[in-house]
């Protein structure tokens, strides 16, 4: 079945400082990748999406590249800024699979970004 | 509303009674999902409606959970006879269409806390 393993966490970084998430995945058929965002408090939100290889997402400073050689869809960001700190979630849907009605999730990355 | 609303925000019961939660999702959303996140686990799919079609419960760990949704709108999920190891946040969302299959952007809502004592 389909599954995401997520870089385990908790991830702690000094403002400016370069982060990496590492994401991978497996899956059946051809998914759409996702990285969600917790911030504290708060519900879920998507932070950004690729629905093809190749496809970078991009928002608010973060970026993801749909790695089909891989398997990856790693979260990057150059320079961290305390309202980062938050938990990130890698999620999948997989268009030709059983799980195309919702999301599989990896189990979410904790990142504190300290002043 | 603007966002996918739920209540309450926070529920504390008792081992063996029986909870309810609902979801108001966002106006004009056709599929809705609930999903579970336990302390320091992901998030596990419980159930998925779209539409007047038949609900997708594979994701419901036991015969004590339920859920419904009425009109196609707002919709409950139960939890019968509660036990220790439902303690965990409840999470609905919503999208227009089938987030996955179309790319759709699923949305969420704070979630429910639940805790049983």
């Known amino acids: 079945g389909d599954s995401v393993t997520q870089m385990e966490g908790p991830v702690t970084l000094s403002e400016e400082a370069f982060l990496t998430i590492n994401c991978t995945y497996t899956?059946?058929?051809?998914?759409?990748l996702f990285w969600y965002v917790q911030y504290p408090g708060e519900g879920l939100q998507l932070l950004l999406k690729?629905?093809?290889?190749?496809d970078k997402g991009s928002n608010k400073g973060f970026e993801a590249t749909y790695r089909k050689e891989t398997t990856s869809f790693h979260l990057e960001k150059g320079s961290v800024q305390v309202s980062d700190s938050a938990v990130y979630f890698c999620?999948?849907?997989?268009?030709?699979?059983?799980?195309?009605?919702?999301?599989?999730f990896g189990s979410g990355t904790q990142l504190t970004v300290l002043p | 509303g603007a966002g996918v609303s739920q209540s309450p925000s926070n529920k504390v019961t008792e081992k063996g009674k029986d909870v309810e939660l609902r979801c108001d999702p966002i106006?004009?959303?056709?599929?809705l999902y609930w999903y579970r996140q336990s302390l320091g686990q992901g998030l596990e799919f419980l159930i998925y409606?779209?539409?007047?079609?038949?609900?997708?419960k594979s994701g419901l760990p036991s015969d004590r959970f339920s859920a419904e949704r009425t009109g196609g709108s707002v919709s409950t999920l139960t939890i019968q006879r509660t036990q220790q190891e439902d303690s965990a946040v409840y999470l609905c969302?919503?999208?227009?269409?089938?987030?996955?299959?179309?790319?759709?952007?699923?949305?969420f809502g704070e979630g429910s806390w639940l805790t049983v004592v």
């Open positions: 106006s004009g959303h056709t599929a």
């Open positions: 690729a629905t093809k290889a190749d």
């Open positions: 999620a999948l849907s997989d268009r030709r699979s059983g799980s195309a009605r919702q999301l599989t």
């Open positions: 409606f779209q539409g007047n079609s038949a609900p997708d």
């Open positions: 969302a919503s999208s227009l269409g089938s987030g996955g299959r179309s790319g759709n952007t699923i949305y």
């Open positions: 899956a059946t058929g051809y998914p759409s």
